[in-house]
């Protein structure tokens, strides 16, 4: 085997994504030390173009980051006035009203943003202190010293179909650094190589997940009311699977119309995707949007487990910040306040470290001010309405969620204790010999539309020479398995159609499996549900992949 040679660069602190926890993190060790050397790396096109959140931002972290972020004109704009959570039915809806719930479910003081420009705009104040950023670099895998993290690969490029150099292969290079911060985002490909390596999720239950798809919507101004957030569940899902809606009025007569389907759903014929455009459907959405236009379309996977299944956050060299390591307050549906709080954290515990002479051990200053301080705090008091939902379904988890929030809110403690998750996603998913095809009803072209029309509206793209992405470790099972026992879930829980099975007579199984990588919005599906487990997701080469706008 020939080894690659490649070029080395040396920095204090290397960044693995530009969202809000790994610029947090930037940010924060210029702040203390503007000599220190920092780099981030970011795989999408540019800051920004691979951010997707809902987002109602919680403004405790960016105000702890940059306490004059007003002033210095940071895109956060659209305070939230009005506040509602509604049950719907299939035709008609109930207001619960506010008072019953607890003061941390309150959006006021909070407001809707596109976190992709929020990342863009900290990407500014964190070049202006001197933070290298290279966006259109995917980090594809970790620097090992030993036992030590001490850096990652990245900007490979060039790569044949086969994974072998083209012709224009560059091998990229070996960014090393005192300590690296893995902030890819949820379900990053090396942040599940350190949780697997290191054995990080030991004594923790296992990490949940759901699917978040969005929409953006240029609506009728007559209709729009910026600053109204409005929450939903119950309809379309029902019994079938857990999850919600959001509808954001922001700026310019936008509309962020978003829908979440928690992952651990059994019925392998469950088709997310038609959930979500079924949901538009409802006439509170319908007449909403009628006139208006979708102008943007993404999915990405959110961490669901919360404080109970937080991995360990530390290895030696290396550290999981943010949506890596699992910070999202489910029933807030909020986490982009945690990540970067995170960010800050890491930030100070590793130029701690530094300042002492100290470089890759384990950093576990960090790992103690998120198990004691502020995302503690926020997370701890929420950490049985995933698990209740899971177990007794919507209206039990209004009621015992709701109640053990409340008890956890007035006495700092879980009435409930802390309750389990049990299985993965993956091992959720039921055999469809249990369960009967479900018949969504066909896009119309103006509220609903088909997949690849909508993906058209996320702008992705990647090179279509270079080897897929989306890696089978048997190429036999998605046929020989999965569609037996499963009916090939995977046609269904990918938000963008990456997978198909096609009919084919002339293979001895009468069909065969088609991955069409250039589909694929990275929102790491696939690596979370599939039942058997076989399908990784890795990076493409740097810059490919949505190129969202202002999601």
């Given at each position: 085997m020939t080894t690659i040679e490649r070029?080395?660069?040396?920095?204090?602190?290397?960044?693995?994504?530009?969202?809000?926890?790994?610029?947090?993190?930037?940010?924060?060790?210029?702040?203390?030390?503007?000599?220190?050397?920092?780099?981030?790396?970011?795989?999408?096109?540019?800051?920004?173009?691979?951010?997707?959140?809902?987002?109602?931002?919680?403004?405790?972290?960016?105000?702890?980051?940059?306490?004059?972020?007003?002033?210095?004109?940071?895109?956060?704009?659209?305070?939230?006035?009005?506040?509602?959570?509604?049950?719907?039915?299939?035709?008609?809806?109930?207001?619960?009203?506010?008072?019953?719930?607890p003061r941390l479910m309150s959006n006021h003081g909070n407001y809707i943003v596109s976190m992709g420009n929020v990342c863009r705009w900290l990407a500014e104040q964190a070049e202006g202190m001197g933070v290298e950023i290279f966006p259109g670099m995917a980090a594809s895998e970790l620097v090992m010293d030993g036992d030590r993290v001490a850096g990652v690969v990245a900007g490979e490029m060039g790569k044949n179909p086969d994974g072998t150099p083209g012709p224009g292969y560059e091998p990229g290079m070996e960014l090393r650094g005192k300590y690296v911060f893995i902030a890819e985002g949820v379900r990053g490909s090396l942040a599940k190589v350190l949780i697997e390596k290191y054995a990080l999720s030991d004594g923790h239950e296992p990490q949940k997940f759901g699917i978040g798809m969005k929409e953006i919507w240029e609506i009728d101004p007559a209709k729009h009311k910026e600053g109204t957030v409005i929450h939903?569940?119950?309809?379309?899902?029902?019994?079938?699977?857990?999850?919600?809606?959001?509808?954001?009025?922001?700026?310019?007569?936008?509309?962020?119309?978003?829908?979440?389907?928690?992952?651990?759903?059994?019925?392998?014929?469950?088709?997310?995707?038609?959930?979500?455009?079924?949901?538009?459907?409802?006439?509170?959405?319908a007449e909403l949007l009628a006139g208006g236009k979708r102008v943007a379309y993404g999915a990405r996977a959110i961490s669901e487990g919360g404080w109970q299944s937080i991995p360990k956050l530390t290895v030696p060299g290396a550290v999981l910040l943010g949506c890596s390591a699992g910070l999202v307050n489910v029933p807030r549906i909020k986490g982009n306040h945690n990540a970067m709080l995170s960010g800050i954290a890491a930030a100070e515990a590793a130029a701690a470290a530094i300042a002492a002479g100290r470089e890759g051990d384990e950093l576990t200053d960090y790992e103690a001010e998120v198990?004691?301080?502020?995302?503690?705090?926020?997370?701890?008091?929420?950490?049985?309405?995933?698990?209740?939902?899971?177990?007794?379904?919507?209206?039990?988890?209004?009621?015992?969620?709701?109640?053990?929030?409340?008890?956890?809110?007035?006495?700092n403690r879980n009435l409930l204790g802390t309750w389990k998750h049990g299985k993965t996603?993956?091992?959720?998913?039921?055999?469809?010999?249990?369960?009967?095809?479900?018949?969504?009803?066909?896009?119309?072209?103006?509220?609903?539309?088909?997949?690849?029309?909508?993906?058209?509206f996320s702008f992705t793209n990647h090179e279509e020479s270079q080897p897929c992405h989306l890696k089978l470790k048997d190429p036999t099972i998605p046929?020989?398995?999965?569609?037996?026992?499963?009916?090939?879930?995977?046609?269904?829980?990918?938000?963008?159609?990456?997978?198909?099975?096609?009919?084919?007579?002339?293979?001895?199984?009468?069909?065969?499996?088609?991955?069409?990588?250039q589909n694929c919005v990275h929102c790491k599906t696939c690596d979370i549900k599939d039942p058997s487990q076989n399908i990784v997701w890795t990076t493409p080469q740097g810059g490919d992949g949505p190129n969202y706008p202002n999601m």
């Open positions: 070029e080395s660069m040396e920095f204090d602190v290397v960044i693995v994504g530009a969202g809000p926890a790994g610029l947090s993190a930037a940010i924060r060790l210029k702040q203390i030390d503007p000599d220190l050397n920092v780099v981030v790396l970011e795989k999408g096109s540019e800051v920004g173009a691979h951010i997707l959140s809902g987002a109602v931002l919680d403004p405790s972290g960016l105000t702890a980051l940059i306490p004059d972020w007003k002033e210095k004109g940071a895109p956060v704009r659209t305070e939230v006035h009005s506040d509602s959570f509604v049950v719907l039915g299939e035709g008609g809806s109930v207001r619960i009203p506010n008072w019953p719930m939903t569940m119950g309809w379309p899902l029902g019994k079938n699977a857990g999850g919600g809606s959001f509808i954001y009025h922001a700026e310019n007569n936008q509309v962020f119309i978003g829908f979440v389907v928690h992952l651990n759903y059994a019925n392998p014929y469950l088709y997310p995707y038609a959930e979500f455009q079924r949901f538009k459907h409802h006439p509170m959405v198990r004691s301080g502020p995302i503690a705090r926020d997370l701890k008091r929420v950490r049985n309405v995933k698990p209740s939902w899971s177990r007794t379904g919507m209206i039990g988890s209004l009621m015992l969620g709701g109640a053990d929030m409340w008890f956890a809110n007035l006495f996603d993956a091992a959720a998913t039921g055999k469809a010999a249990k369960y009967k095809p479900i018949d969504y009803p066909k896009p119309d072209g103006k509220l609903s539309f088909d997949r690849l029309t909508n993906v058209a046929i020989r398995v999965n569609l037996p026992e499963y009916a090939e879930p995977a046609q269904r829980y990918c938000p963008a159609g990456v997978y198909e099975v096609v009919e084919d007579a002339s293979v001895p199984e009468g069909a065969r499996f088609v991955i069409n990588f």
